[in-house]
């Protein structure tokens, strides 16, 4: 053991820093395998596709039942529940939901963490002879989401102690840090009870073989081969050799304690462990970052590339810094840039808060979204509403001009532009990032006498090639799942049914409005009314008009018979109140009409009726005035429906049909058209293009019509009708005084008083 295996703080320093994780579970760190049977290794993958996709749908379903929960609320009635079950609600989750100590609220939300835990499946270990033979099999058991071990078989148990270094975090400007990365090992040892067996997994090997550059050694694969040498060296009797220890910058072969009962092991990280350890690279393969951000969003180099920047001067640190400048610089995108933006309206204001975002390495979609822009500019500059925005960007420039070409160039471009200019300087630098199959297989070659026990790299993207050159090395390969495949024939469905599911919701709304009533209602000593539903496709018509200024639109809709079964008010000048008041009167004349009020109840009451709008009404050929909304309403469903003329004001423009010409339109300035086709009356869309062959305006009608209105109207008294002078009768004031010439005299047909002339005329 090292001499300062005792330091305090030592370990709780390690675990701040991200240098290493918490001693724990070899299963927490790594993903083991189930190793399949030999000869049944496609049984194995048959097995493990089957059992996700049942871990799939009961998360789906899971998820389901959730949802179903959540619309009872958190304190739903035993009548709610009632109905729920009706619906279609499972008895078994009601009676989990009273049994919950937390009612339905506790079990909606354990049924949602079930349904979000992360479906957690072993990788399906092959023979490493096995795994390239497979061939389809293999692809889908990785694009269902499970990941492939193949190789050699792990020699430890799931529950063996383990903890992850990361080695990148040990190296300074003055080479690796073995005494405090050995102190560190020594330490956690202790800190678990010294156990008979623990496993050091290995990480941040590549970034680390990076931050040595400046150690002289220009061979990646070389540099990564001495720290597993020293690693090795620290808990087998091994030593060091002096050529490595340079390359580690190290002062000759160091002297470090051997604890035999650590043993150095490599495999990737499990994709969900959660244990706040975060290497700069993941176990041998993985490829470090170049580039981090800091609390602040400021993008800035990861520590390991900035020791192997520094090592090389300052002409080629500030070549770093311009790289990282430009790289989130939102002129340099082509198509959408600062220019292009600000003639589609962005302020500078706005341009600043994108050149920020897409600087401190934001996606491109999510800088023009509306957290980052700010409903201010949105409404402001350019004249959006922000709620279509919150989280598209991709909306929000097509909205304002960008073509696809346009905003998929620009996003390639942003999409990882930092980390790409940092990339090309290192290169034009010396300061290569190695291929990563060659650097794995030269380190394995070069420090296989150091890698005695589990040795797993992931070679997710490599090549058939590669991984079998891996596996013929000794290697174990990990082969990860796949990124979720989405069947585009099934989200096409989906969505359509979706709009079909919002369409019947709308629908069912609408209906909702008018509430049923029961089907039949008993009066004390009276017969059961039933209610008269109407057809699902009914006639109609719909009339537009101004009453004192205020625009109504009365729809109607009507039985088979063609008298009237509902209609709908719609104003848009009104408050919502009225307008909501207006809309359940409707209603309530609606179910009335079904259920037999006759229509001429409802005029008698409404019309003349006296309140606010009332005046002048445009729009209407048979009213030009009315009391009220409900006045002019009821005087046109009595107009239209039952023949009341008497409440008609018929004007000049009136034609043979009763329908008029528009001349009291405010809208029109000619009177329209006379009709000449039975479309006119009959709506093509409502008979499905089927009109009735047997209603015709007959030409010769049509041309005494106009004649008669060219020509001006002259009144004539009928034959044998009195002629009736234009004076009232003196004594009882009516206009039917006759002459008498035989007698020189004026005779009053309703009183019978005779009168003369001298009389009325004076």
């Not at 999409?415 to 291929?435: C, H, N, Q, W």
């Not at 006498?449 to 090395?473: F, G, P, Q, Y």
Request: net charge negative; hydrophobic share 40%.
């Amino acid at each position: 053991m090292s001499q300062s295996a005792g330091k305090p703080g030592l370990l709780q320093a390690a675990l701040a820093d991200g240098r290493i994780s918490p001693v724990c579970r070899l299963d927490d760190l790594v993903a083991l395998p189930v190793m399949a049977p030999e000869g049944h290794e496609s049984d194995a993958i048959d097995l493990a596709v089957r059992k996700r996709e049942t871990m799939e749908l009961s998360k789906r379903t899971t998820l389901g039942m959730a949802d179903l929960v959540e619309q009872l609320g958190a304190r739903p009635r035993n009548a709610q529940i009632a109905e729920a079950m009706l619906a279609g609600l499972p008895q078994p989750l009601v009676e989990a939901g009273l049994q919950h100590e937390r009612g339905f609220a506790g079990l909606e939300q354990q049924l949602r963490e079930q349904a979000m835990t992360p479906l957690a499946q072993a990788p399906v270990g092959l023979s490493g002879e096995r795994v390239n033979s497979l061939g389809e099999p293999l692809s889908m058991c990785r694009r269902k989401g499970i990941s492939i071990w193949a190789g050699i078989a792990p020699e430890f148990g799931a529950s063996t102690p383990a903890v992850a270094i990361d080695l990148s975090a040990f190296t300074s400007e003055s080479g690796f840090e073995a005494q405090l990365a050995a102190d560190t090992l020594s330490s956690v040892y202790l800190s678990a009870g010294s156990p008979e067996q623990m496993v050091v997994l290995l990480h941040g090997v590549r970034a680390a073989a990076l931050a040595l550059e400046s150690q002289g050694e220009a061979d990646c694969a070389k540099r990564a081969a001495a720290l597993l040498a020293l690693m090795g060296a620290m808990t087998s009797s091994t030593s060091l050799t002096k050529a490595d220890a340079v390359r580690l910058g190290l002062p000759g072969a160091p002297d470090i304690s051997v604890n035999r009962n650590l043993i150095i092991a490599i495999a990737p990280l499990r994709p969900d462990a959660d244990l706040g350890f975060a290497p700069a690279s993941d176990g041998l393969d993985g490829a470090p970052a170049l580039t981090l951000s800091d609390e602040d969003g400021i993008t800035q180099l990861a520590p390991a590339a900035a020791l192997a920047v520094a090592a090389r001067g300052q002409e080629t640190v500030d070549q770093v810094q311009a790289a990282i400048d430009q790289g989130g610089n939102l002129d340099h995108l082509p198509e959408i840039n600062t220019e292009s933006l600000r003639l589609r309206g962005f302020s500078d204001e706005a341009i600043a808060r994108l050149r920020n975002a897409i600087a401190e390495g934001l996606p491109f979609s999510a800088a023009f979204s509306r957290w980052v822009l700010g409903d201010d500019v949105l409404t402001r500059d350019l004249k959006l509403t922000p709620e279509a925005f919150d989280t598209d960007g991709v909306a929000l420039l097509k909205a304002i001009g960008f073509s696809d070409g346009a905003i998929t160039a620009a996003e390639a471009a942003s999409d990882g532009a930092i980390e790409k200019a940092v990339l090309s300087v290192f290169e034009t630098a010396g300061l290569t990032i190695p291929d990563e199959p060659s650097f794995v297989l030269e380190t394995v070659r070069l420090a296989r006498k150091h890698l005695n026990s589990m040795l797993c790299v992931d070679a997710s993207l490599w090549t058939e090639e590669d991984v079998e050159r891996a596996i013929a090395a000794g290697m174990s390969v990990w082969l990860g799942a796949e990124p979720e495949h989405v069947d585009q024939r099934a989200e096409e469905r989906m969505s359509e049914i979706l709009a079909l599911a919002e369409d019947l919701a709308a629908e069912y709304e609408r209906e909702a409005t008018i509430p049923d009533l029961p089907a039949a209602t008993m009066g004390p000593g009276s017969a059961p009314v039933q209610r008269t539903r109407l057809p699902d496709r009914r006639k109609g018509y719909i009339q537009k008009a101004t009453v004192g200024g205020h625009k109504v639109y009365l729809h109607t809709g009507e039985f088979d018979d063609g008298s009237l079964g509902e209609i709908f008010i719609d104003m848009h000048k009104e408050g919502a109140a009225f307008r909501s008041l207006m809309n359940n009167f409707a209603i309530a004349v609606s179910l009335g009409l079904q259920y037999g009020v006759p229509l001429d109840e409802y005029v008698d009451a409404f019309v003349f009726t006296r309140f606010e709008p009332a005046g002048d009404v445009t729009g209407n050929d048979r009213i030009t005035k009315a009391t009220s909304i409900l006045d002019y309403i009821f005087r046109e469903l009595a107009i239209s429906y039952l023949a009341r003329e008497d409440l008609a004001e018929i004007g000049a423009d009136v034609s043979h049909d009763g329908l008029g010409r528009g001349l009291k339109d405010g809208t029109r300035e000619a009177p329209q058209p006379l009709p000449d086709e039975a479309v006119q009356f009959i709506s093509r869309g409502f008979s499905r293009g089927q009109l009735p062959d047997n209603i015709v305006i007959l030409d010769k009608k049509r041309a005494e019509r106009v004649e008669a209105a060219a020509q001006p109207e002259l009144l004539t008294p009928a034959e044998g009708d009195p002629d009736y002078l234009a004076q009232p009768c003196p004594n009882c004031a009516s206009f039917t005084l006759t002459t008498l010439p035989e007698e020189e005299a004026l005779h009053c047909e309703t009183c019978g008083e005779e009168t003369s002339p001298e009389s009325i005329f004076n």
